[in-house]
């Protein structure tokens, strides 16, 4: 069990440009979950992966964002033109039953 | 919807003090709760949480929790606070869609 890791850890991006996070869950964790969290908030739920099947999201998921969990392993977060209000740390998650999620670092960004 | 408020945005207390974080929450049926830590620059780590059963469940770090239905409250609680607890809490309720309150801010004094 290495824990849940997310790459990169820091992106720091022009407004209008596209970025892409990745997270690895942990192995055997056929649930994958995206949240955001902005500075002084807790985190807000974005969406969820059940093996490959994207089950639900939320709708701050503007048609900017967009994930995938291909063969149901590693899942990558999309977020295209980019704009100063998508600043913010990014988590991803996993488990294996639908609670006592284990976070990953997340990944903090920043649109310039 | 599932909701959760979290009352206190910065708490304050003396190391070796107790301490009890409030939480309220909203929810349609038997609610799955949660209480996570999170330490600047860190994810969110687990303490502890309720499904059923008990009332009253017992985490790491020395940290309880107790639901009351009555009061649709999830209060987190320790004994005697060490300064490595100051940290950002967070509760949440849900599954699959979790939904995590505001958080509050703990700080220990010496």
């Known amino acids: ?25 942990i192995s055997e964790h056929n649930r994958l979950y995206w949240y955001r969290q902005t500075l002084g908030q807790g985190p807000e739920f974005l969406t969820y992966f059940q093996n490959e099947a994207q089950l639900e999201k939320s709708r701050l998921l ?51 | 919807a599932q909701s959760v408020t979290q009352p ?12 009890e974080l409030r939480c309220n929450y909203s929810y349609g049926a038997t609610p799955y709760l949660f209480w996570y830590v999170q330490s600047p620059g ?25 639901f009351k239905r009555s009061q649709s409250s999830f209060n987190l609680r320790k004994p005697s606070v060490h300064w490595s607890d100051a940290a950002e809490y967070f509760c949440a ?3 699959d869609d979790m939904r995590f309150g505001a958080g509050t801010r ?4 010496p």
């Not at chain 1, 824990?3 to 022009?14: E, L, N």
């Not at chain 1, 488990?95 to 670092?105: C, I, K, N, R």
Request: charged share 20%; proline share 2%.
């Open chain 2, 42 to 66: 860190q994810g969110l780590q687990l303490l502890l949480k309720y499904f059923s059963g008990d009332t009253l469940v017992q985490g790491i770090k020395g940290f309880e929790a107790e």
């Open chain 1, 62 to 112: 503007s048609d900017r964002f967009s994930a995938e969990r291909p063969k149901g392993s590693f899942s990558t977060l999309e977020i295209q033109r980019t704009e100063q209000g998508d600043s913010a740390m990014y988590l991803c998650a996993s488990s294996l039953e639908a609670w006592g999620y284990t976070f990953g670092s997340g990944t903090r960004l920043t649109v310039v």
């Open chain 1, 1 to 25: 069990d290495t824990g849940v890791s997310q790459d990169p850890r820091h992106k720091i991006t022009k407004r209008g440009q596209n970025v892409t996070f990745r997270c690895d869950p």
């Open chain 2, 106 to 109: 703990l700080t220990v004094k």
């Open chain 2, 93 to 95: 309720v849900g599954a």
């Open chain 2, 8 to 19: 206190d945005i910065h708490i304050t207390v003396s190391e070796g003090a107790s301490l």
